[in-house]
């Protein structure tokens, strides 16, 4: 959690590019915590669901059928 409070004071310094954090992961309720709270470390911000991965995705990184692996 330290080092994700420190990334966040790093891009939220005035005068500044401040750039996205793009996370990913199937455990919302994980991600919802680093923003939800007062003392998270990504307090306030927003989270955007992403599109799920399609079969060409599974496909390209050897999964045949397009199945996600297990």
């Known amino acids: ?3 994700l409070k420190s990334a966040r004071d ?12 793009v996370m990913s992961g199937s455990g919302r309720d ?3 915590r680093l923003v939800v709270s007062a003392g ?7 989270i955007q669901a992403l599109p799920p991965l ?3 995705f599974h496909r390209a990184c050897g999964r045949p059928g ?3 692996a297990a």
């Open 10 to 21: 790093q891009m939220n310094q005035s005068g500044q590019v401040n750039p996205m954090l």
């Open 40 to 46: 998270a470390p990504f307090y306030g911000s927003q």
């Open 66 to 68: 397009g199945s996600p």
């Open 1 to 3: 959690m330290a080092a």
């Open 30 to 32: 994980k991600l919802l």
């Open 54 to 56: 399609d079969g060409w």
